[in-house]
Every structure is written in C-alpha cells, then in structure tokens.
T-cell receptor, first 111, second 114 residues
Framework: GDSVTQMEGPVTLSEEAFLTINCTYT??????LFWYVQYPGEGLQLLLK?????DKGSNKGFEATYRKETTSFHLEKGSVQVSDSAVYFC??????????FGSGTRLQVQP | SQTIHQWPATLVQPVGSPLSLECTVE??????LYWYRQAAGRGLQLLFY??????ISSEVPQNLSASRPQDRQFILSSKKLLLSDSGFYLC?????????????FGNGTRLTVT
C-alpha cells in the first residue's frame, strides 16, 4: 500500500540555519505530494504541494521538489526562524481514499 | 469563505464512558469529510472518511464510529472509551474536484481517557 517515510525528529537548529527534512514515499501510480505544518495546539495547514515529477512547490521560503527517480520530496529552507518551530508532515495522494501522511518531524529553532 | 469548526477543544473522559465529537463545515457544499487521530509521538492515522450524507468508510477496525447526519456535519462517537483512545482528533474537509485539492483541518480535540 501507499506509505510515507519521514526522518525522525526532533530537528533542532539555530536561527538562520539551513533546514532539510527528508521524505520518501511508496505509492502505486503517480501521487501528488504535499507538506503540511502543524503549529502547537492547532490543526494542520497546507504548506506546499507538487502534482507531477520535477515540480517544485514553494511557500514562505520553504521548497520541495518532486523527485520521481528517488521517490522523494525533501523539504528545505535556506534560513529558518524561531517562528518556523512546528511539526512538519509529508503526505501523498493517489486519488483513492484520502491523504496518506508520514509520522511527522518536529522542528525546534533556537534563537 | 470556508471555515471548519471542531469541538470541544479538550476533553477528559473516564474509561467506559461514551464519546461524541462534532465537526461542522461552513461555506461549501458536499465536501469530503475526514476524521484523523494523532497519537502522542506518532503520525496521523485516518479513521473515517465520508463522500456524502450517510456514507461512511472506516479505515481501522476499532470501537469508534462516525456518522454524517447532514451534508456539512461529521460526528465521531464511541459507546465505551478505552485508554488507547486517548489522542488528538482532527476533522478535515476537502472539495470534491478532479484537481488535487488540499485538506483543510480543524483545530483538533485533545481527548484524554483516564
């Protein structure tokens, strides 16, 4: 079945550091890929998405490129801020059922 | 604009007691509706989804049930809670579309079963 694997957290960085959160997937067919963010005590919000191979999703300084050859969708940001501290979820959608989420990666940014 | 309301925000219930969590969506019609659970330190687990009134698909066998009595209302229930039912419950909706539409989540209900 479909599955998403994310790097375990927490990831702890200093402000202005470079961020990478790895995400790989297994799916039948050609899924659409998403990153969601969950701030403390809140639900999830869509951060960015990519619907086909080599697409790059971007939002709020975050980027992720859909790599079909490596079945990956790694999240990157060049300079993190304290306000980026949250849990980040990678997800895929194949048109069946609902989104399949990874286990989430907690990011802690220290001033 | 569309909004999603989920309540209560927090709930503490004893083992064996019943449960009812409600979710309503405003500003859209005939959405797909979802219940997810996020256990401590774990990812999101899809519990139920619904594509229309009275249509419920269950993803995980358990002592929870869901109902959709109205187009924009989704209810999660249990007759007798277990300790393992503790977690963060999230309701979500998306439009039914041929395009890839994002999920919109409520703020969640934190359930503690004691």
């Amino acid at each position: 079945g479909d599955s998403v694997t994310q790097m375990e957290g927490p990831v702890t960085l200093s402000e202005e550091a470079f961020l990478t959160i790895n995400c790989t997937y297994t799916a039948t067919g050609y899924p659409s890929l998403f990153w969601y963010v969950q701030y403390p005590g809140e639900g999830l919000q869509l951060l960015l998405k990519a619907t086909k191979a080599d697409d790059k999703g971007s939002n709020k300084g975050f980027e992720a490129t859909y790599r079909k050859e490596t079945t990956s969708f790694h999240l990157e940001k060049g300079s993190v801020q304290v306000s980026d501290s949250a849990v980040y979820f990678c997800a895929l959608y194949t048109g069946r059922r609902a989104l399949t989420f990874g286990s989430g990666t907690r990011l802690q940014v220290q001033p | 604009s569309q909004t999603i309301h989920q309540w209560p925000a927090t709930l503490v219930q004893p083992v064996g007691s019943p449960l009812s969590l409600e979710c309503t969506v405003e500003g859209t019609s005939n959405p797909n509706l979802y219940w997810y659970r996020q256990a401590a330190g774990r990812g999101l687990q899809l519990l139920f989804y619904s594509v229309g009134i009275g249509q419920i698909s269950s993803e995980v066998p358990q002592n929870l049930s869901a109902s959709r009595p109205q187009d924009r209302q989704f209810i999660l229930s249990s007759k007798k809670l277990l300790l393992s039912d503790s977690g963060f419950y999230l309701c979500a909706w998306k439009i039914v579309s041929g395009e890839i539409a994002p999920l919109h989540f409520g703020n969640g209900t934190r359930l503690t079963v004691t």
